[in-house]
């Protein structure tokens, strides 16, 4: 018999079905949000320090707009594919509606190994995709943002390119660009913040504290490193850590900005060293013996194998889709609480909009300031989902989806059929 492969689009599909059935929400409407508005694949022929000329295969997937400007982050990935970037669209629109932030989701991502490539060819890259992409994206209809193996520089080269095609300077047209060319305070270390501060309200919400608690933070990469950060500051005991060489743990606790020191000087995890760490594989780091796994690589690694033999007592989702929808079901039977990536991550994307606002009025708003606002609007959105919950008597990921999509169906029945 031919095993199953799993379809992260497949699955959040699944979710989305059923709850609109748990949530009684109007179905006239659905089928309108049920698919992406728009799917573009582009070709990028790219000349490479060689001389030679190689093709790359891209994607922008646009989901929906019902609420405001499509806004998802751009990936550079070997496995990228047009159903994990369609999947990752309808998750930010997800997102968005959860947040309550006026934006609709979109995603995008390019088919390549960008650690094979030198600078100038991913330079070269990204200003051929936003060539490419041009003619769909600009600050009022669709603006990307950093995503899996892209950063700052990234968002940098997009918008010089699309700035070039206009003839004139387009700061809004993408977010997580340096602070030099219209940056947001607090935006690097927004989803990880994000994701800390869920983590708190939903400790706190079952009578704890985020002091103490034991953490294991799969993915040392942007999210997971600043996830790893901020909770250690806020007392949280760090035992394990992981990037794509292996884990290490340790049950008195790892120091974050070590271990990231340590990657950011080029170094691995498997050739970290420190009293009392002992190195573990990825598959072990999801099974330590901890409180709160917080899941912050990619999707699909925790699968209905890995729910049953989960140690924790609860999961925050700092990746997009790490969790299966039949995974789901066994956790719930287990009674471990699992706090949705919808949510958990959701303070990258809230802390775009603040960038996008900034660049729009032309104001810079300070650290405090974003980290104030970003705190404010997470906090609602949990209490949202915290009331949905006790209502419905549902999971919190069931809960995030019946309040998104409820959110959508009626801006959508609001608006109607256009002729």
Known sequence: ?????????????SVMDKAMEFGHIDTAMYGIIRSPQRETKVYLPVEMDNGTIQIFEGYRVQHSNIRGPFKGGIRFHQ???LNEIKALATWMSLKCAVANIPFGGAKGGVKVDPSVLSKK??????????YA?????????????????????????????????????CPGVVTGKPLELGGSNGRTAATGRGVVICTRLLLES??????????AVQGMGNVGSYTA?????LGAVIVALSDVSGGIYCEAGIDPYKAAAFLESGHLLKDYQAPGVTHISNRELLLCDCDVLIPAAMENQIDETIAEALKCSCIVEAANGP???????????RGITLLPDILAN?????????????????MTWDDEKVNRKLETILTQAFLDLKEERETSGCSWRMAAYIIALRRMVQAEEMKGIAL
């Open 229 to 233: 950060k901020i909770a250690y500051d």
């Open 133 to 169: 992409i041009e003619p769909i994206i600009g600050a009022e209809s669709d603006i990307p943002a950093p995503d899996v193996n892209t950063n700052a520089q990234t968002m940098a080269w997009m918008m010089d390119t699309y700035s070039m095609l206009k003839g004139k300077p």
């Open 79 to 81: 496995d990228c594919d």
């Open 323 to 333: 969790t299966t929808a039949a995974a789901d079901e066994i956790l719930a039977g």
């Open 121 to 130: 060819e991913l330079c070269r890259l990204t200003r051929r995709y936003t």
């Open 1 to 13: 018999m031919m095993k199953h492969t799993y379809d992260p689009y497949e699955n959040v599909l």
């Open 206 to 215: 079952q009578g704890k504290t985020l002091k103490g608690t034991k953490l």
């Open 346 to 362: 959701s303070g990258g994307v809230t802390v775009s909009y603040f960038e996008w606002v900034q660049n729009t009025q032309k």
